[in-house]
């Protein structure tokens, strides 16, 4: 039998399960890396995106290369071409990839007719199986994140001491919500110089006549394994400290604040999450870094990392097609072109996308997602935009983002209510408000902030739905006391604004 290892785009470490399964015949065993244009074509995709993925896949076949792999490394139209040829060329019997993360891409690869037999291996990226987590899901009513975030501390024995978690508490959220002040001073992100292969495959998709979107450069995002082990590096030492207080906060011009900025090479697989988790653990018993930082960060990848993957894989084909409130408006079209917007908010977050491909959580759920639900546009397009928008984004992490925890369109299963808010958190948890032509705390008139009308109109629009949901009730309160005329004139801004987009 003749082994070909075909190694997906982000399954990008030497200890990737296909590999593991032939490490003992690298000379024999064959491994194929395929640069495809068709799937690039898919979607308008950000320019830094397609050179971070290419340049990734690029630098680590030579990285194979030197551990002694024979290494193809094919450009090509499709996938099925190259790897038809590849398998005749070398007389592969059985081809062999992790099981891809993305289920539109699983279905792909079933539907190729190859030469050879395809044999799909379990990935071990990920700490949970897909069985570990449905056994879970089987036994509990509610899908709660807490719930799973408490079972995966005490299975992975992560921040715990005999059996209880350290500092008394589970959760310091409450400690992860401070406003910015003034005079905070973030780090500067560790950045790095493109090297050849990264300036070759700017060049190369400079050259490819294909809708993009973003900025193309200044490109300064890591490409390799030991890069990205230096950025984690580099937070953990000046970030990881007040990660926590500040995780909430935005503020104008400071992209990156405290964040890690690790969801690019940990979902190429170029970082693990377990090798992430246990050098914070690592870090809180060295270094004595505060609980709030440390179970906050651990508490992104072990829980809701894991967590989102897990729902993913166990909700039917059709969770990406669900739209709970029926939103059917069009992506309004400053989201491709921040210049076409005045509401400051919208505009830094967007401009940041175009010239990084990264924003962080609450700019993305806050500023970005919350515009798109309150306004009605359809959950659908909103994610089509988040996909081709971020460095980071995959079906598989996006789908649940997007549709579950940001749109709210799956009623439920991902969050307890609606991520929808007034200008009010924007105003306090930014200083975006400060620099912008709409007043925060105007709901009708020419000045009016767009987030506080749509507010309004969409717990009217929905208010039966919302009715449901318990956390909602205080909120409905408010809005059955609200003056009739008043809601009529939020009521008719809203349309016209609509109309106007
Ligand atoms: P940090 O704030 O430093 O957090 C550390 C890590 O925790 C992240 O790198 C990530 O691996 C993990 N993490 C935190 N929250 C989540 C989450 N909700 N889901 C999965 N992992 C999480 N994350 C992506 O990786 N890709 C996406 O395409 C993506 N799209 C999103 C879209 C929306 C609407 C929302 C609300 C969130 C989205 N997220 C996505 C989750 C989260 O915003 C990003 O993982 C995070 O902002 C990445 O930046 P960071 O590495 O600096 O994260
Ligand atoms: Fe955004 Fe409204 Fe604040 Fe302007 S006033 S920055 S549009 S929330």
């Known amino acids: 039998m003749t082994i070909g290892i075909w190694i997906l785009g982000n399954q990008l470490h030497s200890e ?13 065993t064959h491994v194929i890396l395929i640069e495809s244009h068709d799937y690039i074509k898919k979607r308008p995709y950000h320019q830094q995106k397609l050179v971070l993925v290419f340049s990734a896949m690029r630098h680590f076949a030579e990285e194979l290369k030197t551990q002694g792999w024979t290494v193809t490394y094919e450009i090509s139209q499709d996938f099925e071409t190259p790897l038809n040829d590849w398998i005749k060329k070398n007389k592969i019997t059985e081809l062999r990839l992790v099981t891809p993360y993305d289920k539109p891409f699983s279905s792909r690869v079933k539907s190729f007719k190859l030469d050879c037999k395809i044999k799909l291996i379990p990935n071990n990226h990920f700490l949970w199986t897909q069985e570990e987590f449905k056994q879970w899901t089987d036994s509990r009513k509610r899908l709660l994140l807490e719930d799973f975030y408490r079972e995966g501390r005490k299975r992975f024995n992560i921040l715990m001491e005999d059996n209880q978690p350290i500092g008394g508490k589970w959760n310091f959220d409450k400690q ?20 050849k ?133 069009k992506l309004p079209e400053f989201y491709w072109d921040s210049s076409q917007t005045d509401m400051n908010c919208l505009k830094q977050s967007l401009q940041q996308v175009e010239e990084t491909g990264y924003s962080h959580h ?26 081709s928008a971020f460095i980071d984004a995959y079906d598989w992490v996006m789908v649940p983002n997007v549709i579950g925890m940001g749109q709210f369109a799956d009623a439920g299963i991902l969050a307890s209510k609606p991520y929808a808010a007034s200008a009010n958190y924007i105003n306090k948890m930014s200083d975006y408000c400060k620099s912008c ?61 609509r109309e106007s987009h």
């Open 437 to 497: 032509v709409y007043k925060q705390t105007q709901r009708t008139g020419d000045k009016a902030c767009p987030f506080n009308f749509f507010y309004w109109d969409f717990l009217s629009r929905n208010q039966q739905k919302l009715k449901g949901l318990g956390r909602m009730n205080l909120i409905l309160a408010n809005l059955k006391k609200m003056d009739k005329v008043e809601l009529e004139k939020i009521q008719s801004q809203a349309q016209q604004w």
């Open 16 to 28: 990737q399960a296909a590999l593991l399964s032939c490490q003992d015949d690298k000379q024999e």
């Open 197 to 329: 292969i990264t300036q070759q495959v700017i060049k190369d998709i400079k050259s490819y006549k294909i809708p993009t979107y973003g900025k193309i450069k200044p490109f300064k995002w890591a490409v390799t394994r030991s890069q990205a082990l230096q950025v984690l590096d580099n937070f953990i030492e000046h970030n990881l400290n007040n990660f926590g207080t500040y995780q909430d906060a935005m503020i104008t011009g400071e992209y990156t604040l405290w964040h890690s900025l690790i969801s690019p090479y940990i979902n190429l697989s170029i970082l693990t999450p377990w090798e992430v988790i246990k050098s914070i653990e690592k870090a809180y018993y060295e270094f004595d870094y505060p609980l709030n930082s440390v179970e906050g960060l651990i508490r992104q990848i072990l829980g809701w990392r894991e967590y989102m993957y897990g729902i993913y894989k166990i909700m039917d084909d059709d969770y990406a097609q669900k739209n709970w409130f029926n939103h059917q408006e």
């Open 362 to 387: 609450i700019q993305r759920l806050m500023v970005l997602g919350n515009f798109a639900l309150i306004v009605g546009v359809s959950p659908q397009a909103v994610n089509d935009w988040f996909h």
């Open 176 to 195: 992860n919500r401070k406003p910015p002040k003034k005079g905070l001073n973030p780090p500067t992100p560790l950045q790095f110089e493109p090297d």
